[in-house]
């Protein structure tokens, strides 16, 4: 039968404000070539982490393996 399935539930409402999408999807090249014409970095890069990866990982830094991957610039 399986694991019995958990019930999860909201702890609250959470209310957002309107936010724009793009209706045009950028591609991984498209968006390679964006950081390259515009020397763009992300929070992670320059501050050398991501905050959500650091909340959602316990362990010592000397503990997880491999950096973090290349610039997609280069």
Known sequence: RGLPRRRETSVHVVRLS??????????NAEFAD???STDYRTDAERY??????????TAKPDDILGGRPAHPGG
Request: proline share 4%; no cysteine.
């Open 18 to 27: 309107a936010l724009a999408v793009d209706p045009t999807a950028v591609t």
């Open 34 to 36: 964006f950081v390259a």
């Open 48 to 57: 050398g982490s991501s905050a959500v990866f650091h909340l959602a990982v």
